[in-house]
T-cell receptor
């Protein structure tokens, strides 16, 4: 069965510092991977997605993620965090050719001034 | 396109009452999902439709929950009777099946349901 694990429930970083949010998935074949962001009171917005090809994918708002098959990971990174990045971040996986999305439990990011 | 539209944005109801949540997916999308978000359980998939047909309702918690999609542009999630533990944010999302791969899910703003 497919599953997504985000081991960090809360993360606090200082503004300007780098960020890495972890995501591990469990899936037998090549997955399709997504990162979403949710600001308070809002729906989820897609940051980036990985389907195939280059394992380093660029997204909106300066985010990137790297797919590592050997580690079953798809970690989200940003070199310099802005206060407006404070939000909750969700990793998701979808099986091949199957529109069903499995979400992780989310990581809440707090940004210190 | 206006995106996925959900109504109402907020709903407060008394225990035992019927609640109906509404969703209009993005035009041209053939998949529609209903999710529930709570602090305790995170984001749970309740049910999803493909071409208006329910495909997987294994996430629907109880028979009190039902969902319909009478046409490609409208879906409802009904709770009857409602209970305080149903209080949550309910999201509707839609997506389109690509040639070989799924496309991402687009989410509505959610309906915050409070059952008192």
């Amino acid at each position: 069965a497919q599953s997504v694990t985000q081991p960090d429930i809360h993360i606090t970083v200082s503004e300007g510092a780098s960020l890495e949010l972890r995501c591990n998935y469990s899936y037998g074949a090549t997955p399709y991977l997504f990162w979403y962001v949710q600001s308070p009171g809002q729906g989820l917005q897609l940051l980036l997605k990985y389907f195939s090809g280059d394992t380093l994918v660029q997204g909106i708002k300066g985010f990137e993620a790297e797919f590592k098959r050997s580690q079953s990971s798809f970690n989200l990174r940003k070199p310099s965090v802005h206060w407006s990045d404070a939000a909750e971040y969700f990793c998701a996986v979808a099986p091949y050719n199957f529109n069903k999305f499995y979400f992780g439990s989310g990581t809440k990011l707090n940004v210190k001034p | 396109d206006a995106g996925v539209i959900q109504s109402p944005r907020h709903e407060v109801t008394e225990m035992g009452q019927e609640v109906t949540l509404r969703c209009k997916p993005i035009s041209g999308h053939d998949y529609l999902f209903w999710y529930r978000q709570t602090m305790m359980r995170g984001l749970e998939l309740l049910i999803y439709f493909n071409n208006n047909v329910p495909i997987d309702d294994s996430g629907m918690p109880e028979d009190r929950f039902s969902a319909k999609m009478p046409n490609a542009s409208f879906s409802t999630l009904k709770i009857q009777p409602s209970e305080p533990r149903d209080s949550a944010v309910y999201f509707c999302a839609s997506s389109r099946q690509g040639a070989d791969i799924p496309t991402e899910a687009f989410f509505g703003q959610g309906t915050r349901l409070t059952v008192v």
